[in-house]
């Protein structure tokens, strides 16, 4: 059978929350069978745990944060450590953290990658169930869309669209199907990016505090003033593609589907997983007795783990 994972040890990091700005001490420990991923907020007395999951979700506002209904115990920017988990089939892990945010890091999931395999993953005793998609779930909100539709794999589609000169040369869509894309190699390593002009209106909000040319893709009126540059050409669409494998991975368990995106972000990522819960009829608990049983995408991400 198919059997759920977590890791071997423990490892630690430490970085700056990009929203709130606090430093944060972050540990990736080991978890028993159907625990999740949880996270601890050890800052606070009693150090509460929030789960991760779809119906945690309080707040989308440039990132997901999640918040434990009976502690008031809040994590934000979720999202590209969740996108690792998944990537690497990492079922349950807890995740202390000494602030409200995970640490951005360089912006994407690839030293989250880079942890979670020098931590070593391990098998568990017990039966990895998976979520498969059953019907089409879709939701439009004006030019905005997202969809989950029946695919015997896990498969990607997006599309961003902005006005501005940088994008005119870069890549807007991209369609990913991780029975032929490496998650570790391939996805990533896609940072986040982010505009001048809207510096001053996310610190009003309270948010990109942390935000720098370290941990950013940053465009000004005209160009990319990281002076690297991209590290794809299609970093950007594939970086949303990485915010959603990591909102798609709040479902608790891996999605067998595929995800269609155009312009959608974590509000409209939450607002799917919303609707496909809400269905009973639109998906399954499926159980795995043999590796070869196992849709081709997920045994690459396990393979990517070792």
């Known amino acids: 059978m198919i059997k759920q994972r977590t890791l071997k040890n423990k490892v630690r990091a430490t970085g700056v929350g990009v929203h709130?700005?606090?430093r944060v001490e972050m540990l990736i420990r080991p978890?028993?069978?159907?625990?999740?991923?949880?996270?601890?907020?050890?800052?606070l007395p009693g150090s509460p745990m929030v789960r991760a999951h779809a119906l945690n979700v309080n707040d989308t506002r440039m990132s997901t944060r999640i918040e434990d209904k009976q502690s008031g115990a809040k994590v934000a920017t979720v999202e590209h450590l969740m996108s690792?988990?998944?990537?690497?089939?990492?079922?349950?892990?807890?995740?202390?953290?000494?602030?409200?945010?995970?640490?951005?890091?360089?912006?994407s999931a690839g030293p989250f990658v880079f942890l979670l395999q020098s931590a070593g993953?391990?098998?568990?005793?017990?039966?990895?169930?998976?979520?498969r998609v059953k019907k089409q779930i879709e939701l439009k909100e004006k030019d905005r869309y997202v969809s989950l539709a029946p695919f015997n794999g896990f498969k990607l589609k997006f599309t961003i669209e902005f006005d501005h000169p940088v994008f005119n040369k870069a890549a807007s869509d991209v369609e990913i199907d991780f029975a032929?894309?490496?998650?570790?190699?391939e996805v990533a390593r896609a940072r986040t990016f982010g505009f001048t002009h809207d510096v001053e209106m996310?610190?009003?909000?309270?948010?990109?505090?942390?935000?720098?040319?370290?941990?950013?893709?940053v465009i000004d009126d005209f160009r990319v003033l990281n002076s690297d540059g991209l590290r794809f050409d299609d970093e950007f669409v594939k970086h949303k593609a990485l915010d959603a494998v990591g909102d798609l991975y709040m479902l608790?368990?891996?999605?067998?589907?595929?995800?269609?995106g155009i312009k959608?972000?974590?509000?409209?990522?939450?607002?799917?997983?919303?609707?496909l819960l809400a269905d009973e009829s639109a998906f399954e608990f499926v159980t795995f007795d043999k590796r070869d049983q196992l849709p081709a995408a997920f045994g690459n991400m396990a393979l990517a783990a070792t």
């Open 20 to 22: 709130l700005g606090h």
């Open 31 to 43: 978890a028993a069978p159907d625990t999740g991923i949880v996270f601890c907020r050890t800052d």
């Open 84 to 107: 690792a988990f998944a990537g690497l089939g990492i079922d349950n892990a807890y995740v202390d953290l000494s602030a409200e945010e995970v640490p951005i890091m360089d912006g």
């Open 121 to 131: 993953i391990e098998e568990q005793g017990k039966t990895k169930r998976y979520i």
């Open 180 to 185: 032929e894309v490496s998650f570790a190699k």
């Open 202 to 217: 996310l610190r009003e909000m309270g948010l990109g505090r942390g935000g720098s040319l370290d941990n950013a893709i």
């Open 252 to 260: 608790g368990h891996p999605l067998i589907g595929a995800f269609h």
């Open 264 to 275: 959608s972000g974590h509000a409209m990522n939450n607002q799917l997983l919303h609707a």
